[in-house]
């Protein structure tokens, strides 16, 4: 099957700990996202990568990091400077030499507890 | 790309069609308009892409009016499990990686 993995679907963290939400996926897409959603709100761009070893800021980059050293990985990490992470984290990618538009992930719920 | 605007809600009747605007007033020639849904607790769907005929496929309709500033989405005979947000953007397929924006989309609510 064909498609995106994030895992875990949820996740709890302490308050002061880093955390690293997984993506991978199998599309052979060139593009991925990491987007936030908060309860009733909708998708905000944290960041994207077009390519290996590239990566830019979103809308909401602080307190929050990637990597992207192989094409069918993108790593988001949640670090302790991100003052209120508790949120649904969502995965995307994205065919840039195709017309047709994002395939997103399950989503990672995130907690602190 | 262009910034798109939907209202917040919306109700429609099972079996009933829902028709779900979305007004894209500064959309340019080379970008088409895209439309997503998102169930609770999941990750959002497409649906269906157009840039300026009509489409169709086994989910929805896609309206584009000829100017292309508005479009509207058909749900032809709408179910419970319909009841999602809809999200309506327009994206350019120059290749480029740049952002979109995802609004608030539409909370469509099915009732029986």
């Known amino acids: 099957d064909g498609g995106i993995t994030q895992s875990p679907k949820y996740l709890f963290r302490k308050e002061g700990q880093n955390v690293t939400l997984s993506c991978e996926q199998n599309l052979n897409h060139d593009a991925m996202y990491w987007y936030r959603q908060d309860p009733g709100q909708g998708l905000r761009l944290i960041y994207y990568s077009q390519i290996v070893n590239d990566f830019q800021k979103g809308d909401i980059a602080e307190g929050y990091s990637v990597s992207r050293e192989k094409k069918e990985s993108f790593p988001l990490t949640v670090t302790s400077a991100q003052k209120n992470p508790t949120a649904f984290y969502l995965c995307?990618?994205?065919?840039?030499?195709?017309?047709?538009?994002?395939?997103f992930g399950s989503g990672t719920r995130l907690t602190v507890v | 790309d262009a910034k798109t605007t939907q209202p917040p809600s919306m109700d429609c009747a099972e079996g009933r069609a829902a028709n779900l605007p979305c007004n894209h007033s500064t959309i340019s020639g080379n970008e088409y308009v895209y439309w997503y849904r998102q169930i609770h607790s999941q990750g959002p769907q497409y649906i269906i892409h157009g840039l300026k005929n009509n489409e169709t496929n086994e989910m929805a309709s896609l309206i584009i009016t000829e100017d292309r500033k508005s479009s509207t989405l058909i749900l032809p005979h709408a179910t419970l499990r319909d009841t999602a947000v809809y999200y309506c953007i327009v994206r350019s397929t120059s290749g480029s990686a740049r952002q979109l924006t995802f609004g608030s989309g539409t909370q469509l609510t099915v009732l029986p």
């Open positions: 995307a990618t994205l065919n840039l030499q195709g017309r047709y538009g994002y395939t």
